[in-house]
């Protein structure tokens, strides 16, 4: 394999062993607000998936297929959103907003490990849906301990292995010319521009692994819900078919803002005069939408919003022990 120090040569052009990342080119006053506005968002993003692990934990009537995948749902938006955002916001109140070689190479590596596993995460709590809805008879014999956790494994598996095979192939070629990256962190798009070799191989990688584990999770996803909405709408009841609807609801509009931002960011081609508009679309995919997700999580599940409540009231109005005693005297 080619070192750091050879990939960096080819003929007279030559790249420091730094990159600078470009991001957002806006005036001082506006960069101090757009600090605050990344801060905020970030810590909301961290500690509703903090607490979304925390109710999960502490109350056993969530011990179930859906919350665990939900809680594995949630360390993975805390990592997918850390890999960008701190460094991120380190970069908008400097100047020199450089990156080691190494360490794009790390950003990149966990930021596709992330997006790679919620792909397989979210095909695997559309499995668990359809179990649940279509065949509720078997739902805890199918949807068991031990599935679970394998789905779940399954999921960072091929996250963590197929990316790290990518991630090293990509840094081990040769960058040359400018190292300016057009983008506020090293994704995969802007850092291939600066390779000063042939990107076919590599290039049918990624779609091959487009395919195999970002189409299929897909597919997947789409094919559970399809079964999951002809079982609703065959429901004799609109009472039922609103109960069994509300238990998918918020899964879906997580797979919908998941699958929807990254077709903006990826899929639809870019132009030059647009880079600022492209790197607002990648924050909204980077940074918005795990802020959405316990979000929305919280608010159209009942569930977690009775645990919620009783955690609130529990914790801020404790019970007066001293009631308690009057009321036992007078039963």
Not at 12 to 30: C, D, E, H
């Amino acid at each position: 394999m080619m070192t750091y120090s050879e990939s960096y040569l080819k003929g007279n052009q030559t790249i420091s062993n730094v990159f600078i990342l470009v991001g957002f080119l806006y005036p001082n006053k506006l960069q101090i607000l757009l600090f605050l506005v990344l801060l905020v968002i970030y810590l909301v993003t961290l500690m509703g998936n903090l607490l979304i692990i925390l109710l999960i934990k502490l109350n056993t009537s969530l011990h179930t297929p859906m919350y665990f995948f939900l809680v594995n749902l949630s360390v993975l938006e805390i990592c997918f959103t850390t890999s960008v955002i701190p460094q991120l916001l380190v970069h908008v109140l400097v100047e020199e907003k450089t990156i080691s070689i190494a360490g794009c190479a790390a950003q990149m590596y966990v930021f596709t490990i992330m997006g790679l596993t919620e792909c397989c995460l979210l095909a695997a709590m559309a499995y668990d849906r359809y179990v649940a809805i279509c065949h509720p008879l078997h739902y805890t014999t199918i949807m068991s301990g031990r599935v679970c956790v394998l789905l779940a494994a399954a999921s960072w598996f091929i996250g963590i292995s197929v990316e790290v095979a990518k991630t090293m192939w990509l840094f081990s070629l040769p960058f040359c010319g400018s190292n300016h990256i057009h983008h506020f962190f090293c994704d995969v798009p802007p850092v291939m521009k600066m390779i000063c070799t042939d990107t076919s191989k590599i290039k049918i990688l990624g779609i091959t692994v487009s395919v195999l584990f970002i189409m299929s999770p897909f597919l997947l996803t789409l094919v559970s819900y399809v079964c999951i909405i002809s079982t609703i709408l065959k429901l004799p009841s609109a009472e039922g078919r609103r109960k069994a609807f509300s238990t998918c609801s918020s899964h879906l509009m997580v797979v919908t803002l998941f699958y929807g931002t990254g077709h903006i960011t990826y899929l639809i081609p870019k132009s030059s005069s647009s880079s600022d508009t492209d790197q607002v679309i990648a924050l909204l995919n980077t940074l918005v939408v795990p802020a959405l997700n316990p979000i929305i999580y919280t608010l159209r599940n009942t569930e977690v919003k009775g645990a919620l409540r009783k955690a609130f009231e529990k914790n801020v109005f404790p019970p007066n022990p001293g009631n308690q005693r009057r009321k036992f005297r007078k039963g």
